[in-house]
Structure formats: C-alpha cells, structure tokens
C-alpha cells in the first residue's frame, strides 16, 4: 500500500520557520515528482511546490518563492518543506502528493500548520 | 496564470438525483491535464477523475468527466449519500498549478 505521512506542522510565530518533513512508503520514490498542496482553515486547496524525481527542478507558487525551499532525500524516501519568513497568512493544513500520471494520487493526510503570536 | 472557476460553489440535491458540476478555465488547457478530486470533511483529497474523463481506479462508475479547451464538467449520474463532499478540479498543464474554488455537494 502507497503511504505518504506528514510531519513537522506546529505552532510558530510570524516571521519564524518551520520545516515539514514527507516520508513516502510503498513505491519507487527516486521515480516520483512530490508536491505540497495547502489548505487555510475553511478554504479552497492551494498548490505550493513540487519537486523533480532527483530534486535537480523546482517550481514554486507565488506566495512561496523566496520563502519555502522544497527538497528531497531519495536515500530516505522523503520530501521536505523548508519554510521560512512565516506569516499569518500561511496558517493552512499542509499535504504532501505524489505528482504522476497527469494527476495528484495519493495524498498524505495532511499537518497543520499555526502562524500566531 | 491559468484561473479555474468552478460553479456553482454550492449545491443540494437529493438521493438519486443528477449532479454536474462545470469547471471554465482562463485559456485553454489540454483535456490531458484536467483533474477532478473529492475532499470529503476532515480528509484528504482523492483523486476522481483525471485526464478530464478517466476514471480513478476503484471510482464508481457514476463518477464522469468530460470536455475540452476551456469547460470541464464532472457529473454524477445518481447522487448517493456518501457523496457529501466538496469537489475541485485542477489544472497541471502549465505553472503554477491552480485548483478551482471548489463545489460543496449537500445532501438534501
């Protein structure tokens, strides 16, 4: 069975950093694209990242670049998210995705993320 | 950036009734990188359907999709009560990835 298990998620304050981690199971990750979808409390989803299958490409949302880092260790079959510079605006459930076949299949279920004083 | 905008935001129907639920995009997008997904409360998403019209394996099959270019329709042919979920359609043809608003499905 493909399983995907978020962690990391916690309470910071603005302008702090947190990093999420992705520990993938049950597939070939060194053959998977990762990606980071967020969701603000009562809203819609959001794309955030993803990451090439050697971590060599990258691409960012918007309202992550400059401030996230996505990343990956094969040799540990998992994704991370670096998040620095945090803001209110960030508060959301992070989930992490397999990115193949033209679609988003399976998601982890998901780490909350607080950004608070 | 490629806008999806799904409609309506809301709808309730009944048991046994006929749903759809249409995605416009901004500019046309490849029928191959259109993807539905379902998001039942306090879960995940699961993918329903992708490449607009491909069903998800172990998807019911009253679960579709169609259309090209610039509208997108899922459809469920007759609504169960398990269906209460919200339903979002997503664009992976060019960055960034965008997802629509989302539909919330009520059971009446």
């Known amino acids: 069975e493909v399983q995907l298990v978020e962690s990391g998620g916690g309470l910071v304050q603005p302008g702090g950093s947190l990093r999420l981690s992705c520990a993938a199971s049950g597939l070939i990750f060194s053959d998977c694209v990762m990606t980071w979808v967020r969701q603000a409390p009562g809203k819609g989803l959001e794309w955030v990242s993803v990451v090439s299958e050697r971590g060599d490409r990258t691409y960012y949302a918007d309202s992550a670049r400059g401030r996230f880092t996505i990343s990956r260790d094969n040799s540990k079959n998992t994704v991370y998210l670096q998040m620095n510079s945090l803001r209110v605006e960030d508060t959301a459930v992070y989930y992490c995705a397999n990115w193949g076949n033209r679609k988003f299949d399976p998601w982890g279920q998901g780490t909350l993320v607080t950004v608070s004083s | ?108």
């Open chain 2, 1 to 108: 950036d490629i806008q999806l905008t799904q409609s309506p935001p809301f709808l309730s129907a009944s048991v046994g009734d006929r749903v759809t639920i249409t995605c416009r995009a901004s500019q046309g997008i490849s029928s191959s990188y259109l993807a539905w997904y379902q998001q039942k409360p306090g879960k995940a998403p699961t993918v329903l359907i992708y490449r607009a019209s491909t069903l998800q394996s172990g998807v019911p099959s009253r679960f579709s999709g169609s259309g090209s270019g610039t509208e997108f329709t899922l459809t469920i042919s007759s609504l169960r009560p398990e269906d209460l979920a919200t339903y979002y359609c997503q664009q992976v043809d060019s960055y960034p990835l965008t997802f629509g608003g989302g539909t919330k499905v009520e059971i009446k």
